[in-house]
């Protein structure tokens, strides 16, 4: 059944196979063509404060701006999961330093809290082949009386000898520690 029918956007008559039609099929292209050009990325609705660019419905910015944004609204302190620029791997303190102070790697931004340490107190760079040891043996501990600069085949060979004559004053620093500090009953 086909019915003659005008055009709601032309107001031309046409053949329509279904009395509910309501366009003809070269305004119904251009209707299409107008539709996925607006919708086809979700309802567009203005542009991006950065550059200008066609946005998405909810957004503000265009995808790189915002991925531009994000790198920088998110450094150091301002970025949620900040911990003061230090972190603690396999027992080490690691903390951020800027960009250009002497290390390993390039652009690395995190240096061993306790070579940093043992580098201001002794006022020069750490040896290479050197290491520092921790004298109470505990990795975290980066008091600069607990910290030891030594060769490397030193450290690998019996610690005993080599650590030797540190006993007495890391009994000494432990004892003072005691004195000074004692503990609360828990």
Avoid at 91 to 109: D, L, S, W
């Amino acid at each position: 059944m086909s019915a003659t029918i005008r055009c709601k956007d032309c107001n031309e008559p046409f053949e329509a196979k279904s009395t509910l039609a309501q366009r003809c099929q070269s305004c119904i292209k251009l209707h299409r063509k107008q539709y996925l050009k607006e919708y086809a990325h979700g309802k567009r609705r203005g542009n991006c404060i950065d550059c200008g660019k066609d946005i998405g419905a909810r957004g503000t910015r265009c995808v790189p701006c915002d991925n531009h944004n994000r790198t920088t609204k998110y450094i150091g302190p301002s970025n949620p999961n900040w911990r003061e620029g230090r972190t603690k791997s396999h027992g080490y303190i690691y903390t951020r330093v800027k960009e250009g102070t002497p290390g390993k790697g390039k652009g690395a931004f995190y240096r061993a809290e306790h070579i940093l340490v043992w580098q201001e107190q002794h006022g020069k760079e750490l040896p290479n082949g050197w290491v520092v040891h921790h004298l109470n043996g505990v990795k975290d501990d980066n008091r600069p009386e607990n910290l030891l600069g030594l060769p490397r085949v030193e450290h690998h060979k019996h610690p005993r000898e080599a650590l030797r004559p540190y006993e007495a004053r890391i009994k000494e620093l432990e004892d003072y520690i005691k004195s000074n500090f004692p503990v609360m009953p828990g």
